[in-house]
């Protein structure tokens, strides 16, 4: 399974990095669609697009706006986009609002199920609500191609007991987001995000193979966005993402 990363910022996008959007194209299924989205274009393999979205806020849903663009003289069959129903009409209701967008691209919203797992194209995905301003959702998903495990949680306070430990358990991948550095724990509570070592320890206590962060802070420029010998002394199998980062699992 190879993962893409096409935006790992939050909030808004910098000189480095774009907002979060991250996507698997054998499965052709996408991560959130922040303003990096638009790059999926480049990698399409499949006749659909499937895209999970954490939540509703702009950093993670403006790019299906660039939807014209993304299937421009690319034969895409179907476009699904997942999230909670009362997101989903945010979207429709305000984003789309024809004094912001007169023409919609023709996507399909697809209400999360009550059961918490939905398949899609090629991959079952579990969900659960985790906290966040307004309300977020975690994911877990499972390849049809390929028997690997990927979850995706962002924009969320992260601790070690968190209530979505056991959708993350085992997975061979783990992406969290991690926003803030140790000692902006204050900061990363008020806004419902993550700092450095509890995001470390829960990849440990979850038993993960390898974790990914992204949504990282926008005005971090620096070559050591979150600090690299934390990382190394309480879980060293992490990568923190760029712009362009690909793994495959």
Do not use: W
């Not at 299937?71 to 429709?92: F, G, M, N």
């Not at 004094?99 to 059961?115: I, Q, T």
């Not at 997975?171 to 902006?184: A, S």
Request: aromatic share 8%; with cysteine.
């Amino acid at each position: 399974m190879k993962i893409l990363f096409l935006g790992t910022a939050g909030y808004h996008p910098n000189e480095q990095r774009q907002t979060t959007s991250i996507f698997l194209p054998e499965l052709g299924l996408a991560l959130d669609a922040g303003t990096g989205f638009f790059r999926i274009r480049e990698f399409l393999e499949t006749n659909t697009l499937d895209i999970l979205l954490s939540h509703a806020h702009l950093d993670h849903t403006i790019g299906l706006t660039f939807l014209y663009g993304i299937t421009h003289q690319k034969e895409v069959a179907q476009i699904r986009t997942y999230a909670p129903a009362q997101k989903l009409d945010a979207i429709q209701q305000h984003l789309f609002h024809p004094d912001l967008f007169p023409l919609p691209p023709n996507f399909e919203c697809v209400p999360l199920a009550d059961s918490g797992v939905n398949q899609l194209c090629h991959a079952q995905v579990s969900s659960v609500s985790i906290p966040h301003p307004g309300g977020a959702v975690a994911y877990r998903i499972e390849s049809d191609l390929e028997p690997k495990t990927l979850a995706y949680v962002t924009d969320t306070t992260a601790t070690s007991s968190a209530a979505y430990v056991d959708l993350i358990r085992n997975v061979d991948v783990l992406i969290h987001e991690c926003n803030f550095r140790d000692g902006q724990e204050d900061l990363a509570e008020l806004t419902g995000h993550s700092s450095l070592t509890p995001v470390l320890q829960l990849a440990r206590a979850a038993n993960v193979g390898q974790l990914v962060l992204t949504h990282i802070n926008c005005y971090e420029t620096s070559v050591d966005p979150l600090g690299q010998e934390t990382i190394d002394q309480v879980f060293p199998n992490t990568i923190i993402a760029t712009d362009g980062l690909e793994i495959s699992v």
